[in-house]
């Protein structure tokens, strides 16, 4: 299962979110949660203590991985964009 939420860079991702995705997992599946912004101390903790099969990805990650891969600007990660994705 997938979730994604584009909020603002100072609105976090809490435990209402991420339960939801939670709940919709069933025997032997696993969720991806992904964010423009970051997770909360909170829901993080309990994605974790818990053991759920939950991939938690945010912002700062999304930017490592295009940074890692060469588009370092938000030009070079535009043309990337137009040119796999139109």
């Given at each position: 299962?997938?979730?994604?939420?584009?909020?603002?860079?100072?609105?976090?991702?809490?435990?209402?979110?991420?339960?939801?995705l939670?709940?919709?997992?069933?025997?032997?599946?696993?969720?991806?949660?992904?964010?423009?912004?970051?997770?909360?101390?909170?829901?993080?903790?309990?994605?974790?203590?818990?053991?759920?099969?939950?991939?938690?990805?945010?912002?700062?990650?999304?930017?490592?991985?295009?940074?890692?891969?060469?588009y370092?600007?938000?030009?070079?990660?535009?043309?990337?964009?137009?040119?796999?994705?139109?």
């Amino acid at each position: 299962a997938l979730e994604a939420k584009c909020y603002a860079p100072h609105t976090s991702v809490g435990v209402r979110d991420v339960s939801r995705l939670i709940s919709r997992l069933r025997n032997r599946q696993f969720g991806v949660f992904v964010t423009t912004s970051y997770f909360n101390d909170q829901a993080y903790r309990e994605v974790r203590e818990d053991r759920h099969p939950v991939v938690l990805m945010c912002g700062k990650d999304i930017a490592d991985l295009l940074r890692a891969r060469g588009y370092s600007t938000p030009e070079q990660v535009r043309k990337w964009l137009e040119a796999s994705f139109t």
